[in-house]
């Protein structure tokens, strides 16, 4: 079955970086675009961006613009995304999603805990 | 991109329906037939429940139906069952090829 999983918490110092991976199963990785979707505890969800696995093309946010960077490994079928600059309002779980495709997202992975704090 | 708005709340009773609304603009509910829902239960990622308006993926019940009249979709749920109490989040395609999504409605099941 179609799957995405992601890597482990991660805590990080104000003004660090962090880098979350997500690996694809059950399906040919390069065919769809995977998303990046992050959630604040308590609050809605917020999308990032996307990318395609196979060119390698992306598309941020406007307010990502400049912090964040998705790339991929296609030979081993995972997409990472990278936020750096971090402040304590990036604390948030992060999901990566596949595009439908395209315009809908599904399915989603399990999330990744980011936290910021010093 | 302002995220669209929905009701900060919705309850009902097991086996009433309740509709919850997702109001945007024209560039992006209005503009695109590209909204989706997804469900969210507690510690969980969201589920996708309705794409493209009003397309329901194989899995998920028939007691879940979406529809669009100008800039406001909506999400219907009928025959509600105590698992249907969760939060539940639109999202539509922009003209700014992006995405942006709702505010967030939580559901509850008297």
């Known amino acids: 079955q179609v799957q995405l999983v992601q890597s482990g918490a991660e805590v990080k110092k104000p003004g660090a970086s962090v880098k979350v991976s997500c690996k694809a199963s059950g399906y040919t990785f390069t065919s769809y675009d995977i998303n990046w979707v992050r959630q604040a505890t308590g609050q809605g969800l917020e999308w990032m961006g996307w990318m395609n696995p196979n060119s390698g093309n992306t598309g941020y946010a406007q307010k990502f613009q400049g912090r964040v960077t998705m790339t991929r490994n296609t030979s081993i079928s995972t997409a990472y995304m990278e936020l750096s600059s971090l402040r304590s309002e990036d604390t948030a779980v992060y999901y990566c999603a596949k595009d439908g495709p395209p315009n809908w997202f599904d399915p989603w992975g399990q999330g990744t805990l980011v936290t910021v704090s010093s | 991109q302002s995220a669209l708005t929905q009701p900060a709340s919705v309850s009902g009773s097991p086996g009433q329906s309740i509709t919850i609304s997702c109001t945007g603009t024209?560039?992006?509910?209005?503009?695109?037939?590209?909204v989706s829902w997804y469900q969210q239960h507690p510690g969980k990622a969201p589920k996708l429940m309705i794409y493209?308006?009003?397309n329901r993926p194989s899995g998920v019940s028939n007691r879940f139906s979406g529809s669009k009249s100008g800039n406001t979709a909506s999400l219907t749920i009928s025959g509600l069952q105590a698992e249907d109490e969760a939060d539940y989040y639109c999202s539509s395609y922009t003209s700014s090829s992006s995405y942006v999504f709702g505010t967030g409605t939580k559901v509850t099941v008297l």
């Open positions: 493209d308006v009003s």
């Open positions: 024209s560039s992006d509910v209005g503009g695109y037939n590209y």
